[in-house]
């Protein structure tokens, strides 16, 4: 089990610094949207693709590593952090795995943590871009004459009933 453990807060510990490391990304990111430096902002994309791509990768490495012990167990239950809890709990563990255990956890709170930033600087990119891109539509719009209202969307491709009195036109 200490080996298991031991490895569990090793790929933890690895997302929580490659998450970290994606959130100075998104930083900086998010100083080149408002800067307008569309070169900065291509040159930096596949820097935010690789680092996404890294979690995504040591994430699925740590599902894989936490379902073959459950396995390796014989849990028949869910098999998530709160059934992880529970059958350490059941076990007769040495001082040393109790403290791995720990650095377990803490790994966790902290991983949790830094992924909460990375989604709220990620929503902030997002909203960035949308005002951006209603500005430059609205922008167009004026310079050729067009008529009615910028066509824009959400986050989600739904097509929004147009602009309200906090978008770029004001």
Do not use: C
């Amino acid at each position: 089990m200490l080996e298991f453990l031991t490895l569990l807060a090793s790929h933890l510990n690895e997302l929580k610094e490659t998450s970290q490391e994606l959130l100075e990304v998104l930083n900086e990111y998010q100083s080149y949207l408002v800067e307008g430096n569309l070169a900065k902002i291509e040159e930096i994309t596949p820097r935010i693709d690789k680092l996404a791509g890294k979690v995504k990768f040591v994430d699925n490495s740590r599902k894989q590593l936490v379902e073959q012990f459950f396995e390796r167990m014989g849990w028949m239950g869910p098999k998530n952090f709160s059934s992880l809890v529970k059958l350490i709990s059941s076990k007769e563990i040495s001082d040393e795995e109790a403290a791995a255990f720990e650095s377990v956890k803490q790994s966790r709170e902290e991983l949790i943590k830094v992924l909460a930033e990375v989604d709220a600087q990620n929503s902030l990119n997002i909203t960035l871009i949308n005002q951006a891109m209603s500005f430059a539509d609205v922008s167009l719009r004026m310079l050729l004459g067009a008529e009615g209202g910028p066509e824009t969307y959400g986050p989600k491709g739904e097509e929004n009933a147009g602009p309200s009195f906090l978008d770029a036109q004001v």
